[in-house]
């Protein structure tokens, strides 16, 4: 561990580009290396540890808490429960973003409380918190805590949660119906009823776990000289967290807290909540006097992290008689957990609601999302979070008016498919596309997997006794999220250039990537660039990484403030040429007068403004500047993914044999980063498909929070990708960039069941099988089939 304090750890954080003798960051081999410093790694001199008491029960009403035998442990030094926290006065941690429902009232706010005092309403939540002299003093005091509950009805399945006698997780909030949402063309509805054909479809996407390579941690620290809370954590966006902090829990100004993320281990939208557990943290700290730090275990995290998906998806389309879409209706009941975490309104709503029109001309378009509380871990944004749920929706719906037609699944598509010539084109979603090549992503999808020789590769497959499938998914992501983002740039006497952004490296590569797009852009060396990340004291802006913003948003605004440097820039360097603004040109680094010889540096301009003795009238007093980039609409990833597989009825093992990914990400700045987001992407979406599912008992406990029976994706699971970019540049964002990070589980996800509901129609299973495929859900599925085959 390191032992460092604050100002050299933020030292470290700035990533200087150009470090390493190629004259690049290259930011795989600092992490393969062991060099890179996450929470868990530091220490601070003189730290306490802790270890939270966690609620054993779903739902219970908390009778009693005794700390007594756990407080006369040798080296506890502090135990605070939910009373502690309620005398003094913190707030509860509310959701961010509130919408009005379809009868115009907000949604109901369920604010975390910081620790449980009256009522647990989900299995994990923290009832208390033990700060001991070691970590293993911690567990032992912490195991000691006893606590008498009385058990209360759970439901971890929204469905359930929604009947008239089920119980009430808030009692303020009835039927535990926290939003009854409704967007669209309310007529959609009976023009659907008078189409000539309907295609329907009802999906589950249970809950899932986030599970990133870093468990979450912290090093929470009060300074009672200068009243001021330092927090220590792996998070999405240092500013978002301190704002909720301040505002919410603590009621001060936000300048009294300061947040610092080092290196992430994975975010995929879990370390973007602001979690009861860092606001626990930081009044242990001012009670007790110590800096404190917590490192969660992975079973910890299945209990604690927010949980993604849960929803229950009701779908149909109108087609006429020659397969053209007519409208689409949704109903999505998504289990919200038992808090609004901080984006869950977002997640459930827009998010779902903005793809429903994908690659195709769908004229209308009726959505209702109804969110509602469970006994389960506060539901929060992952990986997709609400899109990959819409194209899920729509491409089943696809292939089911393709069988029903009677026409190839393809062709289905290619009929609805919005083309070039169309651009921009109007959604009825409010979503306009500048750009994209739909039908060339099929196109080429479709050769590349030999679409049209998939027969005789099924028939192969049938001889050796197996089941062969092909699958296929046009998607559209939507993102951007919100479409505003600040850049501060700073120019420093010494000649370097520093960058600070509060977009949050989490593992994509912001690290390697955004100094060296600064240094081309400036056309200086790029050993003279820093990035500047992590650290709500140096950072602008408040949205934290997500939706795959930060290349458009971040670096839409970095493009700006570049060239409002070389526009100060230029004023500079014709003042001291001493020549007409008109006749300064600029390359390579340095402003040179046309024609002539003379020329100035760039860098070495901060210098020369820093030695003036004043600044000459009309000239800036400085090339530093704040550039905020305020984009005029999301950017639209899309792409066409094509998927084979086959089938052992005997077992119901599932294979996938070849994977097919066509994906238009805009104008690509680094293809090794931007495939590592997608193949990334397209595990992320297999792991769901093959067995990913949060599984509760009646009483709502979790019983597969750990890796020895969650099911994530191995690498033997995994098929080697075909991945092909189809370049198409955006319109909207100075670098033409479409978000890149989660494309590939909106395609993996629909194209991977398509393949085995094909596989499975094959051998006569009529009936819908859900997600996860998981082989005795195959086996069983596959049953009747088998019988009569004997």
């Known amino acids: 561990m390191s032992n460092v304090d604050l100002e050299n750890l933020v030292d470290m954080l700035a990533v200087k580009f150009g470090a390493g003798t190629s004259g690049d960051f290259d930011e795989l081999d600092s992490l393969v290396r062991g060099a890179e410093h996450f929470t868990a790694d530091l220490f601070m001199q003189g730290q306490a540890y802790a270890c939270f008491f966690r609620s054993p029960h779903a739902h219970a009403h908390i009778l009693r808490l005794d700390l007594s035998v756990a407080s006369k442990i040798d080296g506890v030094i502090d135990i605070i429960s939910g009373k502690d926290v309620i005398e003094a006065e913190l707030g509860l941690i509310p959701p961010l973003a509130v919408f009005e429902g379809s009868d115009g009232r907000a949604m109901f706010q369920a604010c975390m409380p910081v620790l449980a005092s009256d009522k647990v309403r989900y299995q994990g939540e923290p009832i208390a918190l033990v700060i001991a002299r070691t970590e293993v003093i911690a567990r032992e005091a912490a195991s000691a805590i006893r606590a008498e509950f009385e058990p209360l009805q759970a439901h971890t399945d929204p469905l359930a949660a929604l009947h008239s006698d089920a119980s009430l997780i808030h009692p303020e909030c009835p039927n535990n119906f926290v939003l009854d949402w409704l967007d669209g063309d309310r007529s959609c509805n009976d023009m659907i009823d008078r189409s000539p054909l309907i295609a329907t479809v009802t999906l589950h996407d249970p809950p899932i776990a986030a599970c990133p390579m870093e468990p979450r941690s912290a090093i929470a620290q009060w300074d009672g000289k200068d009243n001021r809370y330092l927090l220590i954590a792996p998070t999405q966006g240092v500013m978002v967290l301190r704002k909720m902090l301040a505002e919410s829990v603590f009621k001060i100004d936000a300048s009294a807290i300061r947040v610092v993320t080092p290196q992430v281990g994975g975010g995929f ?65 998504v289990g919200i957990g038992a808090y609004t975490s901080t984006y869950v309104g977002i997640v459930a709503t827009n998010n779902t609601k903005n793809c429903l029109s994908s690659v195709y001309r769908i004229p209308r378009y009726l959505m209702r999302s109804r969110l509602v509380l469970t006994n389960a871990v506060p539901l929060g944004p992952y990986r997709g979070a609400g899109r990959p749920e819409a194209i899920y929706m729509v491409e089943s719906l696809m292939d089911q008016a393709a069988s029903r037609l009677g026409i190839d699944r393809a062709e289905i598509r290619r009929i609805n498919m919005i083309s070039p010539a169309e651009m921009p ?141 070389l526009a ?115 595990a992320q979406g297999i792991g769901q498909v093959i067995g990913e599912k949060l599984i509760y008992d009646k009483d709502g406990s979790l019983l597969n929070g750990s890796f020895m029976d969650y099911r994530i994706p191995r690498a033997d699971d995994l098929p080697k990708v075909d991945l092909v970019h189809l370049e198409v540049p955006c319109t909207t964002n100075p670098l033409g960039v479409k978000g890149a990070g989660e494309s590939g589980v909106a395609g993996a996800l629909p194209a991977l069941a398509s393949a085995v509901q094909d596989a499975l129609r094959s051998a006569g299973v009529g009936d819908y099988v859900d997600i996860p495929f998981t082989a005795e859900k195959l086996w069983r599925a596959l049953s009747p089939s088998r019988l009569a085959a004997r």
């Open 269 to 333: 939208g879990a370390k973007v909540q602001t979690y009861a557990e860092y606001a626990a943290l930081l009044f242990a700290s001012r009670r007790c006097g110590h800096a404190i730090k917590w490192v969660s275990s992975r079973s910890e995290s299945f209990v604690s992290d927010t949980h993604g998906r849960n929803s229950h998806l009701q779908a149909r389309m109108g087609f006429d008689e020659h397969g053209r879409a007519l409208g689409i209706e949704v109903v999505s009941t």
């Open 568 to 682: 100060r820039g230029k004023l500079w360097a014709s003042h001291l040429l001493e020549a007409a603004v008109a006749d300064i040109d600029y390359s390579d680094g340095s402003f040179k007068v046309i024609g002539t010889d003379r020329s100035m540096a760039l860098l070495e301009l901060p210098w020369r403004i820093n030695q003036a003795s004043s600044i000459p009238q009309g000239l800036p007093s400085t090339l530093n500047n704040v550039s905020r980039f305020v984009s005029p609409a999301m950017t639209y990833p899309n792409g066409c993914h094509i998927c084979e597989v086959e089938i052992d009825p005997e077992t119901g093992e599932l294979f996938i044999l070849t994977y097919v990914a066509v994906d238009d990400v805009g104008r690509i700045l680094s293809s090794d980063i931007v495939e590592g987001q997608i193949l990334g992407g397209v």
């Open 425 to 565: 084109y109007q959604a009825p979603n409010s979503q306009r596309y500048d750009s994209g090549n739909f039908p060339e992503l099929l196109r080429q999808a479709m050769a590349r997997a030999r679409w049209n020789e998939f027969e005789m590769r099924r028939l192969e497959s049938n001889r050796r006794g197996l089941l062969r499938g092909i699958g296929l998914c046009c998607f559209l992501e939507v993102a951007g999220g919100i479409l505003e983002e600040p850049i501060d740039i700073r120019l420093s006497p010494k000649g370097e250039v520093e960058l600070r952004t509060g977009a949050q490296s989490i593992g994509q590569g912001h690290r390697s990537v955004i100094p060296g797009l600064i240094a081309k852009m400036l056309q200086i060396p790029a050993c003279r660039v820093r990035l500047i990340q992590g650290d709500s004291e140096q950072v602008p802006g408040l949205v934290p990484t997500v939706a795959s913003r930060s290349m458009m948003m971040a670096g839409g605004a970095a493009s700006l403030a570049c060239d409002e440097v």
